[in-house]
């Protein structure tokens, strides 16, 4: 299987800020990595697919970029409703899998 | 617009099987080359993807559930449903279904798209 890394695991921030955030996959998935936000209680919601387009709907403050192994997410002038945590996921080859996560906290 | 909505059991006894249903608006499930998945969340292991099928009869698993699960699907109710046999504690966890937005004719995903509400479901005896 697939190994995804994701750090920081949390990360601190206020705002208006911009954060990013990393995603490093055990083997090469090309362009096949896609990122979710999950608030507690919801399911995750679908932000990025391949790596750096925009789900539709998806405020544009949201970007990934990334290929290969290393791919980032990163928010531009953070809102409280961005507040959540954040997960990659590659869709590169069977099984799928999932990152443990990186909080995003006030 | 594109709706699931899981049914099924929340409790279960170790050995039993867990049976879910997510019903599908917005969409046939039998058209459009969706790829209709189940995932599942627990605090001591995360997200994990089960398993997807398309075309109403194909179907890929997660060799980690060996041969525990079984997916399937009734199109005249535009439903999909998981089956995981022989539950232990193991298996507590909140389930998902969800669309994945890929293109089975091309073998590409891009993505889980739309999700059902979840269901907590809670293996004890």
């Known amino acids: 299987d697939i190994q995804m890394t994701q750090s920081p695991s949390s990360l601190s921030a206020s705002v208006g800020d911009t954060v990013s955030m990393s995603c490093r996959a055990s083997?090469?998935?090309?362009?096949?990595l896609n990122w979710y936000q999950q608030k507690p209680g919801e399911a995750p919601k679908l932000l990025i697919y391949?790596?750096?387009f925009l789900q539709t709907g998806v405020p544009s403050g949201f970007s990934g970029s990334g290929s290969g192994t290393d791919f980032t997410l990163t928010i531009s002038s953070l809102q409280s409703e961005d507040f959540a945590t954040y997960y990659c996921?590659?869709?590169?080859?069977?099984?799928?899998?999932f990152g443990q996560g990186t909080k995003v906290e006030i | 617009q594109v709706q699931l909505q899981q049914s099924g059991p929340g409790l279960l006894k170790p050995s039993q099987t867990l049976s879910l249903t997510c019903t599908v608006s917005?969409?046939?499930?039998?058209?459009?080359?969706?790829?209709w998945s189940w995932i599942r969340q627990s605090s001591g292991k995360g997200l994990e993807w089960l398993g997807y099928?398309?075309?109403?009869?194909?179907?890929y698993y997660n060799p980690s559930l060996k041969s525990r699960i079984t997916l399937s699907a009734d199109t005249s109710k535009n439903q999909f449903s998981l089956r995981l046999s022989f539950v232990t504690a193991a298996d507590t966890a909140v389930y998902y279904c969800?669309?994945?937005?890929?293109?089975?004719?091309?073998?590409?995903?891009?993505?889980?798209?739309?999700w059902g509400q979840g269901t907590m479901v809670t293996v004890s005896s």
């Open positions: 969800a669309r994945d937005q890929g293109a089975a004719a091309d073998g590409v995903h891009y993505g889980m798209d739309f």
């Open positions: 917005g969409v046939s499930i039998s058209s459009g080359g969706y790829y």
């Open positions: 099928m398309f075309n109403s009869a194909h179907s």
């Open positions: 083997q090469s998935i090309s362009s096949s």
């Open positions: 391949a790596a750096s």
């Open positions: 996921q590659q869709s590169y080859s069977t099984p799928f899998t």
